[in-house]
Every structure is written in structure tokens, then in C-alpha cells.
């Protein structure tokens, strides 16, 4: 049982390419999310899913997509990549909103 | 919007100390609160869930409260050990599949 993974653990990219970062739960939850985490701000919600073929925009989702076509994975899209968009990417999932949530490692991207 | 606000911002205490993490937040119409500990290049790890109606949760020697009305939550550590020394973030639930997180408090224990 790996509950939730992440891939890459880091990644530099240059201005205008595109990348997917992925995750992996086995955990069965339906619910998935991605943040951000930005210095001196607290971590941010990107999208997130209530199940398989669901998602919804968070706070923050301009220049990122996502899709949900089975439980276990939630990809996270960069459509075209900007500096703007260095951060530290957390996947997390869980049983339901407002229940424990479980966080993966994280994917450390620098564009540069 | 709800603003979470976590003070101090960093803390350094002696092991063996019992010791008092704070958050505050702006808006009392919350679902739940997490404390999560983050370990430098690592996920969070969930600590304690507090549910709206509810004044605190223990686990072991962590106790949380959650006190709506003024808007405050606290995470009590007793007896601190170096293995403690992390980032303690705080996280609101608004029921609306959003966590509201604050910038969290880094905690160093000196052996």
C-alpha cells in the first residue's frame, strides 16, 4: 500500500513547454487534489475531483488542466509553462472533503 | 475569504519542553481543522482532525482545540523531542472542497 504517489519528484522546464505531473493513489478515495506551495504563502488548491470523471477549478487553476478518467490517477497538466508557475506541486487524495487528506511527496518544478 | 494566519512563524525550544503552536482564522463558518506536520522535501502528514463541533482531539502526546468563536486553534505539544522538528501547518475545511492553509510555523527542538 503506497498511498499517493507522485512523478517526477523534480522537473526544470523552459518557458513554454508543456509537462504532465502525475499521481497515483491506492487507496481507493474519491476525492483528489492538487496544491501548490509557493514561499510565504500557505499551500494553495489547484483542481480537484470528487470521483472518476469529475473535476472542478480551486483557487489558483489558470494554466493548469486536469482529468479523472479512472480513481487511482489525477494527472496535472501545464499547458504552457511560465515562471510564474516555479513551485512546489502537492497531489493529495481522500476518502471525502472534510475527512483526513493524504498528502504525496510532492514534484519540485523550476521554469526557467 | 478565509485568511489563516499562523504565529509565530518560527520556534526554537530546548527538548523536553512542552510547547504551544497557534492559528487563527477570519471566518468561523469552517467545516474542520487539520494539523499537518511537513518534514523539509516531504509530503504533509496529517496530525489531528478537528470537526466543527468538536473542542479538541489527542494523539499521544499532541492535543489540538478548536475554539470557533474567536477563531483560534492551538496545537499543544508536550514533552518535545528532536524528532519533533518539522513544519506545523494548519488547514480549514469549508465543506466546499477548498483547504484553507496557513504558512506554518517551523519548529526546531535542540537536543
Known amino acids: 500500500n503506497a498511498g499517493v504517489t507522485q512523478t517526477p519528484k523534480f522537473q526544470v522546464l523552459k518557458t513554454g513547454q508543456s509537462m504532465t505531473l502525475q499521481c497515483a493513489q491506492d487507496?481507493?478515495?474519491?476525492?483528489m487534489s492538487w496544491y501548490r506551495q509557493d514561499p510565504g504563502m500557505g499551500l494553495r488548491l489547484i483542481h480537484y475531483s470528487v470521483g472518476a470523471g469529475i473535476t472542478d477549478q480551486g483557487e489558483v487553476p489558470n494554466g493548469y488542466n486536469v482529468s479523472r478518467s479512472t480513481t487511482e490517477d489525477f494527472p496535472l497538466r501545464l499547458l504552457s509553462a511560465a515562471p510564474s508557475q516555479t513551485s512546489v506541486y502537492f497531489c493529495?487524495?481522500?476518502?471525502?472533503?472534510?475527512?483526513?487528506?493524504?498528502f504525496g511527496p510532492g514534484t519540485r518544478l523550476t521554469v526557467l | 475569504k478565509q485568511e489563516v494566519t499562523q504565529i509565530p512563524a518560527a520556534l526554537s525550544v530546548p527538548e523536553g519542553e512542552n510547547l504551544v503552536l497557534n492559528c487563527s482564522f477570519t471566518?468561523?463558518?469552517?467545516?474542520?481543522l487539520q494539523w499537518f506536520r511537513q518534514d523539509p522535501g516531504k509530503g504533509l502528514t496529517s496530525l489531528l482532525l478537528i470537526q466543527s463541533s468538536q473542542r479538541e482531539q489527542t494523539s499521544g502526546r499532541l492535543n489540538a482545540s478548536l475554539d470557533k468563536s474567536s477563531g483560534r486553534s492551538t496545537l499543544y505539544i508536550a514533552a518535545s523531542q528532536p524528532g519533533d522538528s518539522a513544519t506545523y501547518l494548519c488547514?480549514?475545511?469549508?465543506?466546499?472542497?477548498?483547504?484553507?492553509f496557513g504558512t506554518g510555523t517551523r519548529l526546531t527542538v535542540i537536543p
Open positions: 493529495a487524495a481522500g476518502l471525502r472533503e472534510g475527512i483526513t487528506q493524504y
Open positions: 471566518d468561523s463558518a469552517i467545516y474542520n
Open positions: 488547514a480549514l475545511g469549508t465543506g466546499a472542497n477548498n483547504l484553507f
Open positions: 487507496m481507493n478515495h474519491e476525492y
